[in-house]
C-alpha cells in the first residue's frame, strides 16, 4: 500500500541488480532443400549427425543445399535450418490420393480421410516416404508368425487401463512397426525404424502416469516417420472408449497382421528461387526469431533472387548478417575475376549487413563418394561463428589466425595479388590458398560501398552485439519516470558493460549521455527516453609496411632511429 495509516513497519524491496545480458551472436540461418523433414518450419539443429537425422542424408539434388549447411556446422553448433519444397510435393500414403502435408501444424488442419489417404500418410512430404510399411499386429492377430514378434516383449492383449475400467476380455491393445521396406532410409531393405508397443483401440485409454495409449495419438507424437489418417474399416471399434457413455467391453481384432504400404510420395518439381525465399521469410522476424548469420546457396545461372532476399531481411532486422557467394559458374568458369566483379555490380547493393565471397570451394560428399563445388557462403558463416567461440564478435573472421577453411579441397578460383586488389576494391573478399599456410578468408569487408567505420564486418558485428544487448536491458525502462534516479540507474548498468567490451578489445573509448542535456522537457513531455553510446571501435589490420633499413657497421642505431 502507498501510505501506512497507523504505526507499523512496511518492507519494500527494491531491485537495483540489473545489468546487460548476454545476447547470441552465433545462430546460423539457413532454408533449403531436404530429402525429408517438416517444411516451411524452422529447426534447430546442433551438429550434421542431428541434420542428417533430421532432414535425411543428400542426394545428387539436394546435396549443395545439405553440404552448405553442413560446411557452417564445422564451425558452429548452432543452424536454424527450414526445409522447403514446391507446391507439388506429395506425402506418401496407402490410399491413391496423396496429399502435401508440410509439417505438425499442417497435419492439424489437414483433411484426411480412409477414401483417399488410407489409414496412414507419411510424415513429411517426399519420395522418401515410399519407402515406408506400417505393419499392425492386435491381440489374437497372428502375433507367433509375425515377422517383427521379436521386436516385442509379449503379443497385444488386454490394457491394464480396460482391465482396471471393468473392461472383460476387451483385447485393446495392438502392436505398430514401422518398416524401411526398400531401404531407403538405412540402406537395408526391410530394416525396423521404430515400434510402437502396447497401443490401444480404446480412445480414452491411459498408462499409469496419465499418458495416452490410443494408438493414433501414440503414433502421432512419437513417430518421426508417419502419421494416423484415417482407421482401418476392418477395425471397427478403434477410437471408441472403454468407460463412460458408449463404452465397449471388447473391440475387433483381425486374424492376421495388417501391412499397409506407402506409395505416391513426390519431391515435386524445380527448387525454384522463389520456393527458397518462402523459406527465408520465417527468419523476418526479428523479435521472434534470433538468429544472426544469414546465408544461402548460390542462386544459379547469374541470377540474384536469393541474394537479393537475403539482403533485404538483413538490413531489415538489422541484427544480422547475409553472406552472399556468387554462383558456382561465375568462379568455375573461363573468367571468374570478370565473372565475380559483374555479380557484385548486378547485385546493385550497398549495405554493411552483407558479406560477399569469392569463389565456390571443392568439397568431398561422404554420402554419394563424390566431389561438388558448392558456395562458400556456409562456410564465411562459419568463420564468423568460430570467432566467437575463440574470440568475440568484433574480431575479424579473416586471416591465418581465424580465417582458416575446413574440409575444402580446393578453390574454383584462386586469385593473384591483382585479382584480390580488383576483388576488394570492389567489396568482394577473397577467398585464397598460400603454399604451406592453408586455404584461408582473405578479407573482412562488408557490401558497404562507402568509406566508413561499418565496411569492415568485425565493425559490423560489434555494432549488432552492443545494440542487441543494450536494447534488450534499456526494455527495463520502459513505463518507468524519465527523471535522474531513472537516468542514473541507465547509466550505471550501461557503464559497467561498455568497459567490459573495451577491456576485451571490442573498443577503445566510449562515452553514455543520459541526463537532462538529451531528455529534455520536451522529451519527457513525449513520454520518451534518449540515451547517447559514443563509441569508437577497434579497427582490424588490413594494412602491413614492413621497413628493412640497412646502415653503415659504425652506425649508432639512436643516430638513424632516434630511440
Same mark, same amino acid.
Given at each position: 500500500?502507498?501510505?501506512?495509516?497507523?504505526?507499523?513497519?512496511?518492507?519494500?524491496?527494491?531491485?537495483?541488480?540489473?545489468?546487460?545480458?548476454?545476447?547470441?551472436?552465433?545462430?546460423?540461418?539457413?532454408?533449403?532443400?531436404?530429402?525429408?523433414?517438416?517444411?516451411?518450419?524452422?529447426?534447430?539443429?546442433?551438429?550434421?549427425?542431428?541434420?542428417?537425422?533430421?532432414?535425411?542424408?543428400?542426394?545428387?539434388?539436394?546435396?549443395?543445399?545439405?553440404?552448405?549447411?553442413?560446411?557452417?556446422?564445422?564451425?558452429?553448433?548452432?543452424?536454424?535450418?527450414?526445409?522447403?519444397?514446391?507446391?507439388?510435393?506429395?506425402?506418401?500414403?496407402?490410399?491413391?490420393?496423396?496429399?502435401?502435408?508440410?509439417?505438425?501444424?499442417?497435419?492439424?488442419?489437414?483433411?484426411?480421410?480412409?477414401?483417399?489417404?488410407?489409414?496412414?500418410?507419411?510424415?513429411?512430404?517426399?519420395?522418401?516416404?515410399? !519407402?515406408?510399411?506400417? =505393419?499392425?499386429?492386435? $491381440? @489374437?492377430?497372428?502375433? &507367433? #508368425?509375425?515377422?517383427?514378434?521379436?521386436? /516385442?516383449?509379449?503379443?497385444?492383449?488386454?490394457?491394464?487401463?480396460?482391465?482396471?475400467?471393468?473392461?472383460?476380455?476387451?483385447?485393446?491393445?495392438?502392436?505398430?512397426?514401422?518398416?524401411?521396406?526398400?531401404?531407403?532410409?538405412?540402406?537395408?531393405?526391410?530394416?525396423?525404424?521404430?515400434?510402437?508397443?502396447?497401443?490401444?483401440?480404446?480412445?480414452?485409454?491411459?498408462?499409469?502416469?496419465?499418458?495416452?495409449?490410443?494408438?493414433?495419438?501414440?503414433?502421432?507424437?512419437?513417430?518421426?516417420?508417419?502419421?494416423?489418417? !484415417?482407421?482401418?474399416? =476392418?477395425?471397427?471399434? $478403434? @477410437?471408441?472408449?472403454? &468407460? #463412460?457413455?458408449?463404452?465397449?467391453?471388447? /473391440?475387433?481384432?483381425?486374424?492376421?497382421?495388417?501391412?499397409?504400404?506407402?506409395?505416391?510420395?513426390s519431391d515435386g518439381g524445380t527448387i525454384t528461387p522463389a520456393v527458397v525465399a518462402l523459406g527465408y521469410d520465417?527468419?523476418?522476424?526479428?523479435?521472434?526469431?534470433?538468429?544472426?548469420?544469414?546465408?544461402?546457396?548460390?542462386?544459379?545461372?547469374?541470377?540474384?533472387?536469393?541474394?537479393?532476399?537475403?539482403?533485404?531481411?538483413?538490413?531489415?532486422?538489422?541484427?544480422?548478417?547475409?553472406?552472399?557467394?556468387?554462383?558456382?559458374?561465375?568462379?568455375?568458369?573461363?573468367?571468374?575475376?570478370?565473372?565475380?566483379?559483374?555479380?557484385?555490380?548486378?547485385?546493385?547493393?550497398?549495405?554493411?549487413?552483407?558479406?560477399?565471397?569469392?569463389?565456390?570451394?571443392?568439397?568431398?560428399?561422404?554420402?554419394?563418394?563424390?566431389?561438388?563445388?558448392?558456395?562458400?557462403?556456409?562456410?564465411?558463416?562459419?568463420?564468423?561463428?568460430?570467432?566467437?567461440?575463440?574470440?568475440?564478435?568484433?574480431?575479424?573472421?579473416?586471416?591465418?589466425?581465424?580465417?582458416?577453411?575446413?574440409?575444402?579441397?580446393?578453390?574454383?578460383?584462386?586469385?593473384?595479388?591483382?585479382?584480390?586488389?580488383?576483388?576488394?576494391?570492389?567489396?568482394?573478399?577473397?577467398?585464397?590458398?598460400?603454399?604451406?599456410?592453408?586455404?584461408?578468408?582473405?578479407?573482412?569487408?562488408?557490401?558497404?560501398?562507402?568509406?566508413?567505420?561499418?565496411?569492415?564486418?568485425?565493425?559490423?558485428?560489434?555494432?549488432?552485439?552492443?545494440?542487441?544487448?543494450?536494447?534488450?536491458?534499456?526494455?527495463?525502462?520502459?513505463?518507468?519516470?524519465?527523471?535522474?534516479?531513472?537516468?542514473?540507474?541507465?547509466?550505471?548498468?550501461?557503464?559497467?558493460?561498455?568497459?567490459?567490451?573495451?577491456?576485451?578489445?571490442?573498443?577503445?573509448?566510449?562515452?553514455?549521455?543520459?541526463?537532462?542535456?538529451?531528455?529534455?522537457?520536451?522529451?519527457?513531455?513525449?513520454?520518451?527516453?534518449?540515451?547517447?553510446?559514443?563509441?569508437?571501435?577497434?579497427?582490424?589490420?588490413?594494412?602491413?609496411?614492413?621497413?628493412?633499413?640497412?646502415?653503415?657497421?659504425?652506425?649508432?642505431?639512436?643516430?638513424?632511429?632516434?630511440?
Amino acid at each position: 500500500m502507498a501510505f501506512q495509516v497507523s504505526p507499523g513497519v512496511q518492507v519494500k524491496e527494491i531491485d537495483a541488480t540489473s545489468v546487460i545480458p548476454a545476447v547470441s551472436t552465433s545462430i546460423g540461418g539457413f532454408a533449403g532443400a531436404f530429402n525429408w523433414g517438416p517444411a516451411e518450419e524452422i529447426k534447430l539443429v546442433s551438429s550434421e549427425d542431428e541434420m542428417a537425422a533430421i532432414f535425411s542424408t543428400p542426394d545428387d539434388n539436394t546435396a549443395k543445399y545439405f553440404l552448405t549447411a553442413a560446411s557452417f556446422l564445422k564451425y558452429g553448433n548452432a543452424l536454424k535450418v527450414v526445409r522447403v519444397v514446391p507446391a507439388d510435393a506429395e506425402n506418401a500414403c496407402v490410399g491413391s490420393t496423396p496429399a502435401l502435408v508440410k509439417n505438425d501444424e499442417e497435419y492439424e488442419s489437414a483433411s484426411l480421410s480412409n477414401a483417399n489417404q488410407g489409414e496412414w500418410i507419411a510424415k513429411f512430404p517426399g519420395a522418401l516416404g515410399n !519407402s515406408l510399411k506400417v =505393419e499392425v499386429c492386435t $491381440a @489374437g492377430g497372428g502375433f &507367433s #508368425g509375425w515377422a517383427y514378434a521379436g521386436q /516385442f516383449d509379449a503379443a497385444p492383449d488386454t490394457s491394464d487401463f480396460a482391465t482396471n475400467n471393468g473392461a472383460t476380455n476387451a483385447d485393446d491393445e495392438i502392436h505398430i512397426v514401422v518398416v524401411d521396406e526398400d531401404g531407403h532410409f538405412t540402406g537395408e531393405p526391410g530394416s525396423v525404424l521404430e515400434t510402437f508397443a502396447f497401443a490401444s483401440q480404446a480412445s480414452d485409454a491411459k498408462d499409469s502416469s496419465g499418458t495416452s495409449l490410443y494408438y493414433k495419438n501414440v503414433v502421432n507424437s512419437r513417430s518421426q516417420y508417419i502419421a494416423w489418417a !484415417s482407421h482401418d474399416d =476392418e477395425l471397427t471399434d $478403434a @477410437g471408441n472408449n472403454v &468407460s #463412460g457413455p458408449g463404452a465397449d467391453s471388447a /473391440f475387433t481384432t483381425v486374424a492376421s497382421v495388417k501391412s499397409y504400404s506407402l506409395i505416391g510420395g513426390s519431391d515435386g518439381g524445380t527448387i525454384t528461387p522463389a520456393v527458397v525465399a518462402l523459406g527465408y521469410d520465417l527468419f523476418e522476424d526479428a523479435e521472434t526469431v534470433d538468429v544472426n548469420l544469414l546465408f544461402a546457396c548460390p542462386d544459379d545461372n547469374g541470377s540474384t533472387t536469393i541474394a537479393v532476399d537475403l539482403l533485404d531481411i538483413a538490413d531489415a532486422r538489422k541484427d544480422c548478417v547475409a553472406f552472399i557467394s556468387p554462383p558456382v559458374a561465375d568462379s568455375t568458369g573461363g573468367s571468374p575475376l570478370t565473372d565475380v566483379l559483374a555479380f557484385n555490380t548486378a547485385l546493385g547493393r550497398s549495405s554493411s549487413y552483407g558479406f560477399l565471397d569469392s569463389s565456390a570451394v571443392y568439397v568431398y560428399d561422404k554420402y554419394n563418394d563424390v566431389y561438388r563445388y558448392i558456395g562458400a557462403s556456409g562456410i564465411t558463416a562459419g568463420l564468423c561463428a568460430n570467432t566467437d567461440q575463440v574470440a568475440d564478435a568484433w574480431f575479424s573472421p579473416a586471416g591465418v589466425n581465424r580465417g582458416q577453411l575446413r574440409g575444402v579441397t580446393k578453390l574454383a578460383f584462386n586469385p593473384n595479388k591483382a585479382q584480390r586488389d580488383s576483388l576488394y576494391k570492389a567489396g568482394v573478399n577473397p577467398l585464397v590458398s598460400f603454399p604451406g599456410e592453408g586455404t584461408m578468408l582473405f578479407g573482412d569487408k562488408t557490401m558497404l560501398k562507402r568509406p566508413s567505420a561499418f565496411d569492415r564486418i568485425n565493425v559490423r558485428r560489434l555494432f549488432i552485439t552492443l545494440e542487441k544487448a543494450i536494447s534488450t536491458a534499456a526494455k527495463a525502462q520502459l513505463f518507468e519516470f524519465n527523471d535522474e534516479f531513472t537516468r542514473a540507474q541507465f547509466r550505471n548498468m550501461i557503464e559497467p558493460f561498455m568497459r567490459d567490451v573495451k577491456g576485451r578489445r571490442g573498443v577503445t573509448d566510449f562515452l553514455v549521455v543520459c541526463d537532462d542535456t538529451n531528455n529534455t522537457g520536451q522529451v519527457i513531455d513525449t513520454n520518451s527516453f534518449v540515451a547517447d553510446i559514443y563509441i569508437k571501435p577497434a579497427r582490424s589490420i588490413n594494412f602491413i609496411t614492413l621497413n628493412f633499413i640497412a646502415t653503415r657497421t659504425g652506425v649508432d642505431f639512436s643516430e638513424v632511429a632516434g630511440g
